[in-house]
C-alpha cells in the first residue's frame, strides 16, 4: 500500500536533525549505508528490516500478554524494544550511540531519547536504493510521438530563461502606431466580452468558443497576429473551380483563419452579438462527419476543434508530429499535456511505464464517496439532501485522487508482466508527466447505462476550486508516495533522474471559463462562464451577463478550464521567448 | 465468539482477538507513521485552503437553478452592455455556400441543407456546387455573378459554369 500523495511544496524538506542523530552520524563515516543488507522491499509493501523467519522480536520489558504495535531495534546494538521502553536504553547501554533505532516493519528511524519519530536524507536514500535494486522500474512508449520526445529529449529540451520586459524600437513603435488598432477598453466592461448568436441548436459551439476566447496564452497567441488570415498560405491556394465541390475536404479552408476572424470580432470594441457563420461553414466542411443540425456534444466539439487546427498548422510550419511538446500547432502548445502510466506486478513488482499525450483529462464522476467533511460536522449532515443524492457533493479535487488512484486490474486485464513471464494481476496507476498551459477538464456527465443501453446525464454538483494545485497529481509526486513519501532530490529511474518540483517551477492554476450543461440530455443548453478580473461572466449566446461567485459555483461543471498561474519561458528560435508550461525533465 | 459458562472468552476466543488487536494496532501504527512523515517533511496540503473551498462551494439553503438561470436577468431584461436580443437571432448575411441571404438563428439548419449533410437533407446526384449556383441564379433577383448568356465551350472560368449550368437544366 502506498502512502497518500502529497505535494512537494516549497516547505518539503527534512527537518534539522536532533542532536542525537546528529551525534549519530557524525560517528560514522557513511551513515546508514551498512544497513542495505538488513533492509528488505516486498513489491506493494512499505520497506522493512529483513527478519530470519525463525526469529521472534518482542520486547523483553512489555509483559507477554500485552504485544507492542510498534518493535523498534537499536541501530548500534540491535536490542529489540517496544517504544515505550525506549528511553532506557541508551541509559542503559554502554557506549555513546545508542540513541536511533529502527522500526522493524516499517523502516522507519525513531529517537529513543526524543521519543519520536526522526528522518534523515542518507536513510531515505538507502531504503530508496533497495527499492530501485529490486523493483526496478523499465520505461517503454506506446505512441511514436512519446517515443520520439524520449529520444530526441536532448534536442527538444530547451533552456529556461528569465522574463525581460520587451521594450519597441523605433521602427516597431512606427509600426505599432500605423498598423494596428488598439484594444478598446471601456472603464466598465472588460474588452473581449461579446456575445455569440446562435445560429440554431449551436450553442456547444458558442459555448468552447467563448472558452477558447479567452484562454490567455490561445488569445495572445492570436491577437498578437501570429496567425494572419491576411497572409496565411492555406487560404490564398489557388481554386481549381472543377474539383472545388462540397464532397472536397476544402483544402482552401484554414480554421486557424476563422478562429483568428472571429477574435478580431470580439475583441474589436463592438459589441453586438458576433455571428460565428464562417467558422461552422468551415469546420462542418472540414469535418463532414459532425456536420448536422442537431445539438451535439461541447467536449467532442471542443477535441474537434483542436485537431483541425493541428491539421490546418502543421502544414504551414513543416513540423514534425511531435504532439506531446507541443512543438506542432499552437492548439498543442496551450493544450498538451503527458500522462505517464505505470502497471504494475502485484507478484513480483515489476513495473511497466508508458507516456502519451493528451489534450484534455476526463474525470469520472464519483458520486457515492462519503467526504469526511460529513464525518466532522455533524450539523451540516443533516442540511444535506436526503433524497436521490445521499452523499456529499463530489469534488475536483476528489475526481483527480481517484483518477490518480492505483487502480486493481480484474482479471479479465491481466497484464503480461516481462519479469515473470505470464499473465498477472496488476496495479495500474496515472499521474501527469507534463502539465498544459491551459488544463481542460472534462467531467464525464453522459455515462453508459448498463441497463438500458442507453445514454443517461448525471446532474451531481461538482465542487470545483478557483485556484488548483496540480502538485499531488504529478509523476513525481505519485512516484514518491509509491515509495512511502521517502524525501530525495532525484528518485533513480531506469538511470535518468526525474527531479521534483525544484523550487521555481510552478503547479498552480487559475480557472478562467467553465462550460455548464443544463437540462436534458435530448434537450439540454450549454452557457459559459468567464472570469475576467476576478469577475465572471454569464455567456449564454447572445447574452452576457455578470453574475455573482455563488452562482458559479452551483452551476453543472461540464468543462473547466484552468491556465498556469506562471508561466515559464524556454529559449526560442530566434531568441525569442516561448512559454512553455512546468516540465519535469526526463 | 464462543463464550464459557460464566460468560468470559475461551482460550481460544481470547487468542482469535488478540490477534485481531494485533492487526489492528499494526494498521493503526502504520497510518500514523505515514502520516506523521508526511506532516513532518512538510507535505501535507493546506487544509484551510481546501476546506474554504468547500465552504464556499456548499449549497445555500435557497433552490439550486437547474438550468443555471438564477440570477434571472438573462432572458428578461437586459445584457451587460445594456441590449436585449430576440429569441433567434436576427442578423442577416450571405450564406457562403449557395449566396443567398439568411438569417443568422436558421443559418445551421439551412447550411446543413445547402451543403447536403446530415439527416434529413437531400441526396445530391449532381455536382452540388453547380446544383447551388444554377438554383441561386434560378431563384434569387440578385446574381453575384455575370449575367450569362447560353454560349457554349468558352474556356473561361464563369462561362464554364454557365456550360455547367445548362447542362444541369436539362
Excluded at chain 1, 467 to 491: F, H, K
Aim: aromatic content about 8%.
Amino acid at each position: 500500500m502506498s502512502s497518500p500523495p502529497a505535494p512537494a511544496g516549497p516547505a518539503a524538506s527534512f527537518p534539522s536533525p536532533c542532536p542525537h542523530l546528529a551525534s549519530y552520524r557524525s560517528s560514522l563515516s557513511r551513515p546508514f549505508r551498512h544497513l542495505r543488507r538488513c533492509l528488505r522491499a516486498r513489491p506493494l509493501g512499505l520497506p522493512s528490516i529483513r527478519l530470519d523467519p525463525l526469529s521472534h522480536p518482542h520486547c523483553p520489558f512489555c509483559s507477554s500478554t500485552c504485544a507492542a504495535p510498534r518493535l523498534l531495534a537499536c541501530l548500534s546494538c540491535a536490542q529489540v524494544f517496544c517504544p515505550s521502553h525506549a528511553s532506557s536504553h541508551p541509559l542503559a547501554s554502554p557506549g555513546p550511540a545508542h540513541h536511533i533505532s529502527v522500526d522493524l516493519l516499517r523502516a522507519e528511524l525513531f529517537c529513543c531519547s526524543c521519543h519520536d519519530q526522526v528522518y534523515d536524507r542518507d536513510f531515505d536514500s538507502t531504503v530508496l536504493r533497495v527499492f530501485h535494486d529490486a523493483f526496478p522500474i523499465t520505461s517503454s512508449s506506446s505512441s511514436p510521438s512519446s517515443s520520439s520526445s524520449s529520444s530526441s529529449s536532448t534536442t527538444r529540451k530547451r533552456r529556461r530563461v528569465d522574463f525581460h520586459h520587451w521594450r519597441p524600437d523605433p521602427s516597431q513603435s512606427h509600426l505599432i502606431r500605423t498598423r494596428s488598432t488598439p484594444l478598446h477598453s471601456f472603464t466598465n466592461h472588460p474588452c473581449g466580452l461579446r456575445g455569440l448568436n446562435n445560429m440554431g441548436n449551436t450553442c456547444f459551439i458558442n459555448s468552447v468558443l467563448q472558452a477558447l476566447l479567452h484562454a490567455p496564452p490561445l488569445r495572445n497567441f492570436f491577437l498578437s497576429d501570429r496567425h494572419n488570415r491576411f497572409l496565411c498560405a492555406r487560404r490564398s491556394r489557388p481554386r481549381n473551380n472543377k474539383t472545388d465541390n462540397n464532397t472536397n475536404n476544402g483544402d482552401h479552408l484554414c480554421l486557424a483563419c476563422d478562429l483568428d476572424q472571429i477574435y478580431s470580432a470580439v475583441f474589436s470594441g463592438d459589441r453586438t452579438p458576433f455571428t460565428p457563420a464562417k467558422f461552422l461553414y468551415s469546420w462542418w466542411r472540414i469535418s463532414s462527419d459532425l456536420a448536422s443540425y442537431e445539438q451535439q456534444d461541447a467536449h467532442e466539439f471542443f477535441i474537434s476543434v483542436l485537431d483541425r487546427i493541428h491539421d490546418n498548422l502543421v502544414e504551414d510550419q513543416q513540423n514534425s508530429n511531435n504532439n506531446a511538446q507541443g512543438d506542432c500547432c499552437i492548439a498543442h502548445r496551450v493544450f498538451s499535456g503527458i500522462l505517464r502510466s505505470d502497471v504494475t506486478c502485484t507478484y513480483c513488482g515489476f513495473t511497466s511505464t508508458t507516456y502519451d499525450p493528451c489534450i484534455d483529462l476526463s474525470l469520472d464522476l464519483d458520486p457515492t464517496h462519503i467526504t469526511r467533511h460529513n464525518a466532522r460536522n455533524g450539523e451540516r449532515e443533516t442540511k444535506q439532501k436526503h433524497n436521490k443524492n445521499l452523499s456529499a457533493p463530489t469534488t475536483l479535487m476528489r475526481c483527480l485522487e481517484k483518477f490518480t488512484r492505483p487502480e486493481r486490474l480484474d482479471n479479465e486485464h491481466k497484464f503480461y508482466c516481462q519479469k515473470c513471464k505470464e499473465r498477472r494481476e496488476s496495479l495500474k496507476q496515472m499521474s501527469i508527466r507534463k502539465l498544459p498551459l491551459v488544463l481542460c477538464f472534462h467531467v464525464k456527465r453522459f455515462e453508459q447505462s448498463t441497463m438500458k443501453k442507453t445514454l443517461r446525464k448525471i446532474d451531481s454538483c461538482l465542487q470545483f476550486p478557483f485556484s488548483l494545485d496540480m502538485a499531488p497529481y504529478l509523476s513525481s509526486s505519485v512516484l514518491r508516495s509509491r515509495y512511502g513519501n521517502r524525501l530525495l532530490t532525484a528518485i533513480l529511474d531506469n538511470g535518468g533522474s526525474e527531479v521534483g518540483i525544484s523550487s521555481g517551477a510552478s503547479s498552480e492554476f487559475e480557472i478562467f471559463a467553465v462550460v455548464t450543461h443544463s437540462g436534458r440530455l435530448d434537450a439540454g443548453h450549454y452557457v459559459t462562464y468567464l472570469r475576467i478580473n476576478n469577475s465572471w461572466y454569464k455567456c449564454d449566446d447572445a447574452w452576457v451577463v455578470k453574475v455573482e461567485e455563488s452562482t458559479v459555483r452551483e452551476s453543472q461543471a461540464y468543462m473547466l478550464f484552468y491556465v498556469q498561474k506562471v508561466l515559464y519561458y524556454t529559449a526560442g528560435d530566434n531568441n525569442t521567448g516561448i512559454s512553455t508550461g512546468i516540465d519535469e525533465p526526463t | 465468539m464462543s463464550t464459557s459458562n460464566d460468560g468470559s472468552l475461551t482460550p481460544r476466543s481470547q487468542h482469535a482477538l488478540n490477534c485481531f488487536d494485533d492487526l489492528l494496532n499494526s494498521i493503526i501504527a502504520d497510518v500514523a507513521s505515514e502520516c506523521h512523515r508526511i506532516a513532518r517533511l512538510g507535505l501535507d496540503r493546506s487544509l484551510e485552503a481546501e476546506e474554504e473551498e468547500l465552504r464556499l462551494s456548499q449549497p445555500s439553503d435557497s433552490t439550486r437553478g437547474g438550468a443555471g438561470g438564477t440570477d434571472g436577468s438573462s432572458k428578461h431584461g437586459v445584457d451587460i452592455f445594456g441590449n436585449s436580443h430576440p429569441a433567434v437571432a436576427s442578423e442577416t448575411f450571405e450564406c457562403m455556400n449557395c449566396g443567398r441571404p439568411i438569417v443568422a438563428g436558421r443559418f445551421a439548419p439551412h447550411l446543413e441543407k445547402c451543403m447536403g449533410k446530415g439527416r434529413n437533407a437531400r441526396t445530391k446526384t449532381t455536382r452540388s456546387s453547380t446544383v447551388t449556383r444554377s438554383r441561386h441564379s434560378r431563384g434569387s433577383p440578385v446574381s453575384v455573378y455575370a449575367p450569362y448568356s447560353r454560349a457554349n465551350g468558352s474556356t473561361s472560368g464563369i462561362s464554364e459554369d454557365l456550360s455547367d449550368n445548362n447542362f444541369e437544366e436539362h
